[in-house]
């Protein structure tokens, strides 16, 4: 299996909501990453874990909040999102401090009214 | 951190014409250099990377350089075709920390 598989596909949520964002891999990669991808524009780190802990938080407001419970799984939890979140979420994986393997989901789109 | 410059932004050429896209990055840490191909509503593709540790590297129509000295980086398209239109990232690696260049809007007229 070489794919980093995303759910869902697409998601609308109101302000109010309370969603999670998921990211599956089975290739052994102890890196994984939450990127944010604005319409024309570069993707945007969010988060690094590596070996299921944070190591990496570009000053995200709390109103996101990752999770690794283990280490293929990666969550966004999403509460009290504003509607200038509404983005491309990309998770992606690869091997520990090496580029080896680095493999980007297809993203969820988040549309937030 | 890391800051990549990526030029130009868009990028229009004729069938059959080369295209080549320049990147500039900050950290002299940085030591893998990939380089992306996005399409409308989907996710960044791999199309060539390069390692700090060699300086040009090539598959089929596309190539990339790397200077080191100079901290730039280079994408080269030869024979171009409709196909390759689409948006072009570069990017730059230390350890996890991935950033990428503003992008180039590429377009091939037929």
């Known amino acids: 299996d070489t794919e980093v598989t995303q759910t869902p596909k697409h998601l609308v949520m109101g302000m109010t909501n309370k969603k999670s964002l998921k990211c599956e891999q089975h290739m052994g990669h102890r890196a994984m990453y939450w990127y944010k991808q604005k319409a024309k524009k570069p993707p945007e780190l969010m988060f690094v874990?590596?070996?299921?802990?944070?190591?990496i938080n570009e000053s995200v407001p709390s109103r996101f909040s990752p999770e690794c419970p283990n280490s293929s799984l990666l969550n966004l939890h999403l509460h009290a999102l504003q509607p200038e979140d509404s983005a491309l979420y990309l998770c992606?994986?690869?091997?520990?401090?090496?580029?080896?393997?680095?493999?980007f989901g297809s993203g969820t789109r988040l549309t937030v009214v | 951190g890391e800051n990549v410059e990526q030029h130009p932004s868009t990028l229009s050429v004729q069938e059959g014409d080369s295209a080549v896209i320049k990147c500039t990055y900050s950290?002299?840490?940085?030591?893998?250099f990939p380089w992306y191909k996005q399409e409308l509503g989907k996710r960044p593709q791999l199309i060539i990377d390069?390692?700090?540790?060699?300086g040009e590297k090539k598959d089929q129509r596309i190539a990339v350089t790397l200077n080191k000295t100079a901290k730039h980086f280079s994408l080269h398209i030869t024979e171009t075709q409709p196909e390759d239109s689409a948006v072009y990232f570069c990017?730059?690696?230390?350890?996890?920390?991935?950033?990428f260049g503003a992008g180039t809007r590429l377009t091939v007229k037929p």
């Open positions: 390069i390692r700090s540790n060699v």
């Open positions: 992606a994986s690869s091997q520990d401090r090496a580029p080896y393997g680095y493999t």
């Open positions: 874990y590596s070996y299921e802990k944070l190591s």
């Open positions: 990017a730059a690696l230390n350890n996890n920390d991935m950033r």
């Open positions: 950290d002299s840490a940085s030591n893998y």
